[in-house]
């Protein structure tokens, strides 16, 4: 008779939490984000606009070809060969997964554990985030007055040595800032090649810069790009990064297999091959974004920050009373305030048109309250 081990104390009580868990996660807090339901939903700063019908339609008929009893590509090497030829970037160094946020999780373990991680404050909360829970020695170097990047104090930080992974985006995130080339060439060229140095490009399409020749100087250098922003793809949930041959192989060791579906990958080759209404949107948004810009340069109690991306931030006297009170109006933001340098901050993201007026009269409303 084989006799079942009795659970220990730990994890037989309710609310307690199991003593196997690393210290490290326990003390980690949640991805900040709870979802909330409104009409006009402009907080995760996805595209306005849904994958065209006709793109649509063309990758149901491919899927609907396709044998849904087979596993999907081992890596994705198909979807990889069409973003390789988009990006004129060697397959090899391509390696792709569901979400950017997946590969900043597997750079973190790739250079990270044990030691360093280095970015801005603030920042994209994911960074530092898996720093914690990967038991990273975690650091972050406050951004400039303007959200711009202090290159001195990054390049003094980064004077203290490594090994360990930097993280920058481009542009940040949550502040739409997009530093020079200079700027961002005077610090990772500072990191040597002691650091895997991470570009985060998850906004470059509303920014116009490609940052694609600076990581193939160096082969401990990566891009990260996504489908979830002007692609209009959030929901398939699919990110990629750009590197060296060697890194890139390195890298898509901690990738687990099979894990970008058929249909995920279907949807994606048909977006590849019609790349042209990417371009046209992000231009639309581009034209949205500085249209709202300039309406609300006259703001007396309120400030609209200067943006690249496609949300701004929108700087109040009290956060809460601004988020309830556009709630109220059926408008969905994001909150920023919790984090340095944004005191009383909401972030807003780009929608269609008729959203933007719809946030510029009720922000108009609030200014004059």
């Not at 309710?14 to 807090?29: F, L």
């Not at 004077?159 to 985006?169: D, I, K, T």
């Not at 992000?282 to 609209?304: D, F, P």
Request: glycine share 8%; net charge negative; with cysteine.
């Amino acid at each position: 008779m084989t006799s079942v081990p009795k659970p220990s104390t730990a994890l037989q009580a309710n609310g307690h939490q199991a003593s196997a868990v690393r210290p490290e996660v326990r003390s980690t807090p949640a991805y900040p984000f709870t979802p909330v339901d409104a009409p006009f939903k402009l907080d995760q700063n996805e595209s306005a606009l849904d994958f065209p019908l006709t793109l649509r339609r063309l990758a149901v008929e491919r899927m609907l070809a396709r044998d849904w009893n087979r596993y999907p590509d081992l890596h994705a090497e198909t979807l990889k060969a069409k973003i390789g030829a988009y990006e004129g970037w060697d397959q090899g160094g391509v390696v792709v997964t569901p979400g950017s946020n997946v590969i900043i999780k597997l750079l973190t373990e790739l250079g990270g554990i044990g030691r360093r991680v280095l970015t801005v404050q603030p920042n994209f909360s994911v960074y530092e985030l898996e720093g914690r829970m990967l038991g990273a020695q975690l650091t972050r170097v406050p951004l400039r007055a303007d959200f711009g990047l202090d290159v001195a104090a990054m390049q003094r930080e980064l004077a203290c040595g490594g090994p360990g992974v930097l993280f920058l985006p481009q542009p940040h995130a949550p502040t739409g800032f997009l530093d020079t080339e200079s700027d961002l060439r005077a610090v990772i060229d500072a990191a040597g090649d002691d650091w895997i140095v991470v570009i985060d490009e998850a906004y470059h399409q509303y920014s116009g810069s490609d940052y694609k020749s600076l990581v193939q100087e160096r082969g401990n250098r990566v891009s990260l790009r996504t489908f979830s922003k002007a692609w209009g793809l959030a929901g398939l949930r699919l990110g990629y990064a750009l590197a060296g041959a060697e890194l890139a192989e390195n890298l898509q060791k901690l990738v687990s297999a099979f894990n970008v579906s058929t249909l995920t990958q279907v949807v994606a080759e048909v977006a590849l091959e019609h790349p042209q209404y990417v371009k046209v949107r992000a231009e639309e948004a581009i034209w949205e974004r500085e249209r709202m810009l300039r309406e609300l340069s006259g703001l007396t109690k309120l400030r609209a920050h200067p943006s690249q991306a496609n949300f701004f931030l929108l700087r109040t006297p009290d956060a809460a009373h601004a988020y309830a009170f556009l709630l109220s109006r059926g408008l969905l933001v994001r909150r920023q305030d919790r984090q340095p340098m944004l005191e009383g901050c909401l972030r807003v993201s780009v929608g269609t048109k008729e959203q933007n007026d719809l946030l510029l009269t009720a922000v108009l409303e609030l200014d004059a309250e």
